[in-house]
């Protein structure tokens, strides 16, 4: 019997809803991530042909640079060592099965229509904060949470180390683990950005066990 979450990857694999009747790549989930009530969910853009195209997951152990990198600043992490309590995916779940397909950014109407299953898999998986990597995942917050006057006003080249914290769950948006993002924001400043993680997991786990 499938997970939750796997069931919903399965589901998602029939989506219609921005290509029609054009197939698609849905990739599935880390077998390694957590499966429910985990600490961080990272969101990624969405799937890239080089990484998820040869292995079929969304993992920072595909062979591509984005990857490499974002494995390299999640080590410094405490918890990488409980892998289990982290789940990995992206702002859009799929990419098209057509003829000289190029990795693309994508649209705010494919941004939108993955909501669906966006909100689906932020309430399986429960967690405590979720990190953005990159413009088109923070904007898919920005949308997804209305509501919230941080991210309205939420700039990444601004407000770079600032945690979003008037939603729940909290949000810590950062640059992506792309090469082209590293032009922006170095390598050495991405993981200096990275090891805020640990302060804000501090915050969130004090937290919650004074409320017990």
């Known amino acids: 019997m499938l997970s939750d979450i796997d069931q919903l990857f399965a589901d998602a694999q029939k989506c219609n809803r921005c290509f029609a009747e054009t197939e698609i790549h849905v990739p599935l989930p880390d077998p390694k991530n957590g499966k429910s009530n985990v600490l961080i969910m990272f969101i990624n853009e969405r799937p890239g042909r080089v990484g998820t195209g040869k292995s079929g997951y969304v993992s920072f152990e595909n062979d591509d640079p984005s990857a490499n990198h ?22 859009c779940l799929c ?6 397909y190029k990795d693309t950014t994508p649209k705010i109407r ?17 967690p405590k904060l979720i990190v953005t990597l990159g413009g088109t995942a923070l904007r898919s917050m920005k949308l997804l ?12 080249k601004d407000n770079i180390g600032s945690v979003i914290n008037d939603t729940t769950p909290w949000i810590y948006p950062l640059y992506h683990t792309s090469k082209r993002a590293r032009l922006h924001r170095t390598a050495e400043k991405q993981k200096q950005d990275w090891l805020k993680i640990n302060t ?10 004074g409320n017990n």
């Open 70 to 91: 974002f494995r390299d600043c999640f080590k410094q992490l405490k918890i990488s060592q409980e892998r289990e309590k982290v789940f990995i995916t992206n702002a």
């Open 110 to 126: 494919e941004i939108r229509n993955c909501h669906h299953w966006l909100r689906k898999q932020i309430s399986i998986a429960s």
């Open 95 to 100: 990419y098209p099965e057509i003829n000289d």
């Open 145 to 156: 949470f209305p509501n919230s006057q941080q991210l309205k006003a939420y700039r990444l």
């Open 200 to 209: 804000i997991l501090d915050e969130l786990t004090a937290g919650t066990s």
